[in-house]
Nanobody
Framework: QVQLVESGGGSVQPGGSLKLSCTGS????????IGWFRQAPGKEREGVSC?????????DYADSVKGRFTISRDTAQNTVYLQMNNLKPEDPAVYYC?????????????????WGQGTQVTVSS
């Protein structure tokens, strides 16, 4: 059974940092594309960043987070991380990780096959 569990959310001040984790069970993340998505109240879910399977290794970022967020893998921990620096007031949302069968990652929420339950990120002074 494929399961994804996010952790690492919390509350920080503007300019602060958080590191989100997405840990898989029932499958090996290495062989799948993993994406991070977020959904703020009243808004549609949007893609934040993704990493393709290890055979491809490519990454992609939404323009709004380029230069601030970094996605990475730890194959030994079966985990994908999202390091978020210089968090801004527009970043708060529930952050989800997701995976899809095709090895090439995608920032499209409708192209994902499995989702985690999400973790809340709050940015406030």
């Amino acid at each position: 059974q494929v399961q994804l569990v996010e952790s690492g959310g919390g509350s920080v001040q503007p300019g602060g940092s958080l590191k989100l984790s997405c840990t898989g069970s029932g499958f090996t993340l290495t062989y799948y594309a993993i994406g991070w998505f977020r959904q703020a109240p009243g808004k549609e879910r949007e893609g934040v960043s993704c990493v393709s399977s290890v055979s491809d290794g490519s990454t992609d970022y939404a323009d709004s987070v380029k230069g601030r967020f970094t996605i990475s893998r730890d194959t030994a921990q079966n985990t994908v991380y999202l390091q978020m620096n210089n968090l801004k007031p527009e970043d708060p949302a529930v952050y989800y990780c997701a995976t899809r069968i095709p090895p090439k990652c995608s920032l499209g929420p409708n192209t994902q096959d499995y989702w985690g339950q999400g973790t809340q990120v709050t940015v406030s002074s």
